[in-house]
């Protein structure tokens, strides 16, 4: 793999804010503060083309966010004003959250892929929804005085709930409506059921969003109403991207690299490893539940440290290797995961 954000780069090891870059003719790539997070910040993309101005995971909506992403914009030439559309990888708040300030001050279209069904704000009560995740943790075996930090609660449910909506989906193969027509969307659910990338092909470059990272291994987690085997779909989203050899990969966090084909392998096998060490867990303890076999299992930071929404993203993508172990055959049940239908449908229970 070929680095190729080197600045960007110097900036993620001295934990410091990159600066504003021209990264290919008419991309620039602008990084937007996201505050009280580990990931620190998201590589936003500005892509101006004659009138057009397409910002591309615009970041999490705060203050600073807001200023990061207005100076990017005038490095760039352009104005708030002057943004014409706006287009999240995925619903999360550190890509979709600024998206609705910058609609009403510019009035930009919204666009999200087809299959971006935002699940984790799919409520009709917040309380009756935060009841039910911690009903689930309990089937998944956290303690009780754990509860509290890793079941959703209402403020965060109603902060997804207010979220900006789409006012334009894009599938597969579609072409972001902007004047030039050099974007071309890559369904790549995984790290979210909708999940997409963009692919220009007469730049060579490949806008991935969260779908690969450098060095970060993208978190795949099980969720309510979500994707019931969302690892499978994560690695067959990279079999599908291994033939992009050439392109430079312009991610959503951390630095710009050369290499997709070989990263998208390295993720893929980093996957699989993973799930032979669940299983290995599965078979050596008696009553696994999701949390005695996320306990053992090795976390870079160390499992006791994680916490709050490191411990939720940790359960959740202990969660999904085990589904992936069950559906392909060589798990065994475990209280908590997605149950089937009669006709061999899967459906979150």
């Known amino acids: 793999m070929e680095i190729t954000g080197g600045l960007q780069r110097e900036a993620w090891i001295n934990k410091v804010m990159p600066p504003v870059e021209c990264v290919a003719e008419g991309i620039w790539s602008v990084p937007v503060v996201f505050p009280n997070n580990p990931m620190r910040y998201t590589l936003a993309y500005l892509v101006v083309e004659d009138e057009d101005c397409l910002v591309v995971d615009p970041g999490f909506d705060s203050v600073q966010g807001r200023l990061d992403l207005t100076a990017g914009l005038r490095a760039a030439g352009v104005t708030v004003s002057d943004v014409t559309g706006i287009l999240a990888t995925h619903f999360h708040t550190d890509h979709l959250g600024m998206a609705r300030w910058l609609r009403r001050w510019s009035g930009a279209w919204i666009a999200l892929g087809k299959a971006e069904i935002r699940y984790i704000s799919a409520f009709t009560n917040a309380w009756e929804e935060t009841a039910a995740d911690r009903a689930r943790m309990r089937t998944w075996g956290v303690p009780e005085d754990r509860i509290n930090e890793a079941a959703l609660d209402v403020d965060g449910l109603m902060h997804l709930r207010r979220l900006a909506d789409a006012d334009l989906r894009v599938g597969d193969g579609d072409t972001v409506p902007i004047s030039r027509g050099r974007l071309t969307v890559v369904e790549t659910p995984g790290h979210t059921p909708g999940h997409i990338c963009l692919r220009d092909e007469s730049r ?146």
């Not at 969302?230 to 990969?249: K, Y």
């Not at 499992?303 to 969660?319: D, N």
């Not at 172990?325 to 449908?345: C, F, I, K, Q, Y």
């Open 204 to 349: 060579k470059v490949f806008l991935s969003g969260d779908h690969v990272l450098p060095r970060i291994t993208p978190n795949v987690s099980l969720e309510m109403r979500g994707d019931p085997d969302p690892l499978r779909s994560c690695l067959q989203s990279l079999d599908r991207i291994e033939g992009d050899e050439g392109f430079e990969v312009l991610p959503a966090h951390e630095y710009r690299f050369r290499g997709l084909s070989h990263r998208a392998r390295e993720l893929k096998s980093l996957a699989l490893a993973r799930s032979d060490e669940v299983l290995a867990l599965l078979d050596a303890q008696q009553h696994p539940t999701v949390w005695t076999i996320a306990t053992k299992l090795h976390w870079s930071r160390g499992f006791p440290s994680l916490s709050g929404l490191q411990l939720r993203l940790a359960l959740s993508e202990t969660a999904a290797h085990l589904q992936f172990l069950r559906t392909s055959g060589v798990g065994h049940d475990v209280e908590g995961l997605p149950v089937r239908h009669m006709n061999g449908a899967p459906l979150l229970g």
